[in-house]
Nanobody, 119 residues
């Protein structure tokens, strides 16, 4: 059973940068990619960015040009470089690992790391 552990969250002023990391422990069967999601109180968890097992990246419109998703070569670490942060980026950020079963389903989740952006 794989475990995902996020780190790198914290408090930063608007315009600043943070880099989130997600360590993958254990085996993920039929991996199809990884992703970063975020959630604020009372709202659904939204996709921020994803990277396929082939390295194709996708970003939410709200973070395009500011955030960059990446992985290490061994695919045991997932990163999210966040630049030009805005107050609306404040959320708990979760990493997720996908398992292929007809489609890519994000089956494994970390516990989240808080990002707070102040004005």
């Amino acid at each position: 059973q794989a475990q995902l552990v996020e780190s790198g969250g914290g408090s930063v002023q608007a315009g600043g940068s943070l880099k989130l990391s997600c360590a993958v422990y254990g085996f993920i069967p039929s991996p199809c990619g990884m992703a970063w999601y975020r959630q604020t109180p009372g709202k659904e968890r939204d996709l921020v960015s994803k990277i396929s097992d082939y390295g194709t990246t996708t970003y939410a419109d709200s973070v395009k040009g500011r955030f960059t998703i990446s992985q290490d070569n061994a695919k045991t670490m997932l990163f999210l470089q966040m630049n030009s942060l805005k107050t609306e980026d404040t959320a708990v950020y979760y990493c997720a690992a996908g398992v292929y079963s007809t489609t890519c389903q994000y089956t494994y989740w970390g516990e989240g790391t808080q990002v707070t952006v102040s004005s």
